[in-house]
């Protein structure tokens, strides 16, 4: 299989590049369902095998190293933000895919001038035996 050209690479990149401008609206991060006891004894969620108040859903997010955020959603909108957390999937991918493609256009596109001048056999650098700093002896 033939490496694609620099042109086709390129109109591959500005493939994803539509795709990325029509991702719309996205948000990071997760919806979780919740059930809680209300801790009264006479509640029926003091029963044995009843799960609890709820569903409440909570969305979270990471905002850096170990600190999280989130915040309780409305039932209306539940379905809105897990639509908006699969763009932000969507989103994701589409720029990995859009790396992909830069670093194969990048090996791809010839250095201009930049070519290193051959190495004659016998001399593939460092420094020899004579130019080594040595400690007297002590």
Request: glycine letters at 10%; aromatic letters at 4%.
């Amino acid at each position: 299989m033939t490496e694609p050209s620099i042109p086709e690479l390129e109109a591959e990149r500005d493939r994803l590049y539509a795709r990325l401008a029509a991702t719309g609206d996205f948000r990071r991060g997760s919806v979780s369902e919740n059930y809680r006891k209300c801790g009264k004894p006479n509640c029926a969620c003091a029963q044995p095998g009843h799960p609890g108040h709820g569903p409440r859903f909570l969305w979270t997010r990471s905002e850096g190293r170990r600190k999280r955020a989130g915040r309780q959603l409305a039932a209306a909108e539940v379905e809105k933000v897990r639509r908006e957390i699969a763009r932000h999937a969507e989103f994701a991918a589409t720029a990995g895919q859009i790396v992909e493609v830069n670093e194969r256009i990048c090996e791809a596109r010839p250095a201009a001038g930049l070519a290193a001048p051959p190495v004659p056999e016998g001399e593939r650098g460092g420094s020899s035996p004579r130019s080594r700093k040595r400690n007297p002896p002590r």
